[in-house]
Nanobody
């Protein structure tokens, strides 16, 4: 599967952004999908993940209550709605697919397919 992330940009603290990740192929609904981010000089970290049919979601504590992950399997797309953005959210955001299990996992190592990343910059 190929993943294409989009929607990043430069915003001010308190603003909102919605990231999208479009997947190729006809097996999108068989993947658990996740969003990760990597800030300069830091390791890639988990942000949010969603089960194959969207019934289960998981979030990092740092974004819980501000970010919402969703998916539309008819459009082969997963979204990340980001509200109340903070300067600490500045990072390159990556979408990723885990094809191996229906369990929603949060470790970077479990995701086999990655998009190219989209930069989110939040100014104070």
């Amino acid at each position: 599967v190929q993943l294409q992330a989009s929607g990043g940009g430069l915003v001010q603290a308190g603003d909102s952004l919605r990231l999208s990740c479009a997947a190729s192929g006809r097996t999108f609904s068989s993947y658990v999908m996740g969003w990760f981010r990597q800030a300069p000089g830091k390791e890639r970290e988990f942000v949010a993940a969603i089960s194959r049919i969207g019934s289960i979601t998981k979030y990092a504590d740092s974004v819980k209550g501000r970010f919402t992950i969703s998916r539309d399997n008819t459009k082969n797309t997963v979204y990340l709605q980001m509200n109340s953005l903070e300067p600490e959210d500045t990072a390159v955001y990556y979408c990723a697919a885990d094809p191996s299990t229906p369990t929603v996992r949060i470790g970077v190592k479990f995701y086999d397919y990655w998009g190219q990343g989209t930069l989110v910059t939040v100014s104070s």
